[in-house]
């Protein structure tokens, strides 16, 4: 998936998906998630991360989502300072 997303939240810019999180999920799973994320649903993103992720979208900085497939993997979507491009990556456990 490349394309470019707007919502009324966060702006997305470019969307990249990277080939793993494209093999593995469903289109509309990414989808949502990119909805939820520009929306500011940050799904499972730890506590602290909910408030850098705040103060991000304040006062500039990057911003990430923590969500999980159907099958119950973890993925990520990660949207940048300049809020010129989003990446949806797998998590990586460790």
Do not use: K, Y
């Not at 939240?9 to 469903?26: S, Y």
């Not at 989808?31 to 992720?53: K, S, Y």
């Not at 099958?71 to 491009?85: G, P, Y």
């Amino acid at each position: 998936m490349d394309n470019t997303g707007r919502s009324r939240g966060l702006n997305l810019g470019r969307i990249l998906v990277t080939p793993p999180v494209e093999q593995r999920l469903e289109a509309a799973e990414v989808r949502t998630a990119l909805r939820r994320h520009a929306r500011g649903d940050w799904g499972e993103a730890p506590p602290q991360q909910v408030c850098e992720n705040e103060r991000s979208l304040r006062e500039g900085g990057s911003v990430l989502s923590i969500f999980r497939d159907g099958q119950q993997h973890r993925f990520c979507v990660l949207t940048n300072i300049h809020r010129s491009a989003t990446l949806v990556v797998q998590w990586v456990d460790g």
